[in-house]
């Protein structure tokens, strides 16, 4: 039982002391926040390959969403399946609102071959007007690209 009593006692010192005294998350709109992988995205891979995803985000737990899509790289048909997670500080404060995004794992899944995971962490500004970028790898790369939103 004093073995029990420790290991909580452990496990909330442990999980206080990522928490800032006084932090406040800041709320981004899930609706329409430029960061919301949701819509047309673009970026030229660092091996020149041209990286095109048509995406739409569901709302998934209070720090994460899901992604699903389609896309193409180069000329090559992907379907893509993942998430993306808000910081680890951060909390919904209602539905509506997300946290500020800090990282994207998305599965781009290709006909006849090894799926790829793309991995992406936010370089954006938190104002809803801002350009936001992801910078992204793909595996067995060191070299990152931007992901961006395309305009019409």
Known sequence: ???????????AAATSC?????FTPTPISFADHPSV??????????AGQRLRLQLTAAYDTASSYRVTGTGSLD????????SVGGGSLHTYLRPQLTPAP????????RAGKADLELRCYDIGGDEAGAAW??????PDNTKSFNLTRETS
């Open 37 to 46: 992988l949701r819509g047309p995205w673009s970026g030229d891979t660092t």
């Open 75 to 82: 000329q090559e048909p992907l379907s893509v399946t993942g």
């Open 18 to 22: 990522n928490r800032e005294v006084g």
């Open 133 to 138: 970028l992801w910078q992204c790898f793909l």
């Open 102 to 109: 800090e990282t994207a794992k998305l599965t781009l899944q």
């Open 1 to 11: 039982m004093k073995r029990l009593a420790l290991a909580f006692l452990v496990a």
